[in-house]
């Protein structure tokens, strides 16, 4: 079935550790979207990228990094993980169009302890 | 991209019509209104999207008066699966010279009782 999967499903991490969080998408959608969702803050979107090389900061950007290689791909890096970025991270993809919609991996839980 | 606000929570009862209205005061005029929907440890779905007066798929309808600055999402006859969270987005994935940004608030908890 065609979608977004995301990986590690959860992942315990330590502090100060490096941690890449993986999406690939197979619908060919130019527009991709990293979001960590924390309870009593909705989502709140990290990074973003509209096309393959290139990408863009959303509204928590900081401690985290992103690169768009392909226009399947879409990594976030958290390069020295601290307690704060425990959450649960959603990768999410869609067309360039207008009203185009979003589609939404299944999350990743992460733990920084 | 509008900010919107929508309440925090609402309860209803199975076989209920629920009406979640959404406030996008500063809408522009290239943008669309798109709900999506969430459950416990899932990513959103997307519902629903419209630009002006009625839109009606298989799960919802969505209304939209004529000067746009509000919507309400309709859900006929809800049952217990339709718990979740409700969000409202108010903005175009295509923002001229400033790239695609879909940004979420923090939606409208329902809660559906027999």
């Known amino acids: 079935i065609a979608g977004i999967t995301q990986a590690p499903t959860s992942q315990i991490l330590a502090a100060g550790r490096r941690m890449t969080l993986r999406c690939t998408q197979d619908?060919?959608?130019?527009?991709m979207y990293w979001y960590r969702q924390d309870l009593g803050l909705g989502l709140r979107l990290i990074h973003y990228?509209?096309?393959?090389?290139?990408?863009g900061k959303g509204e928590v950007p900081d401690g985290y990094s992103v690169s768009r290689a392909n226009t399947d791909d879409f990594p976030l890096t958290l390069a020295s993980a601290v307690p704060s970025q425990t959450s649960v991270y959603f990768c999410?993809?869609?067309?360039?169009?207008?009203?185009?919609?979003?589609?939404f991996g299944q999350g990743t839980r992460l733990t920084v302890v | 991209l509008a900010k919107t606000t929508q309440p925090i929570s609402m309860d209803s009862y199975e076989g209920q019509e629920v009406n979640i209205t959404c406030s996008h005061n500063?809408?522009?005029?290239?943008?669309?209104i798109t709900w999506y929907q969430q459950f416990p440890s899932q990513g959103p779905r997307f519902i629903i999207q419209?630009?002006?007066t009625k839109v009606t798929n298989e799960v919802a309808s969505l209304f939209i008066p004529a000067d746009r600055k509000s919507s309400t999402l309709s859900l006929p006859r809800v049952s217990l699966s339709d718990t979740a969270v409700y969000y409202c987005?108010?903005?175009?994935?295509?923002?001229?010279?400033?790239?695609?940004?879909?940004?979420f608030g923090t939606g409208t908890q329902l809660k559906v009782e027999l």
């Open positions: 419209g630009y002006k």
């Open positions: 500063n809408i522009a005029t290239n943008d669309y």
């Open positions: 987005l108010v903005g175009d994935l295509i923002l001229t010279g400033g790239g695609n940004k879909l940004t």
């Open positions: 999410a993809s869609s067309d360039s169009g207008r009203g185009s919609e979003a589609f």
């Open positions: 990228s509209n096309t393959a090389g290139t990408t």
């Open positions: 619908m060919r959608h130019n527009a």
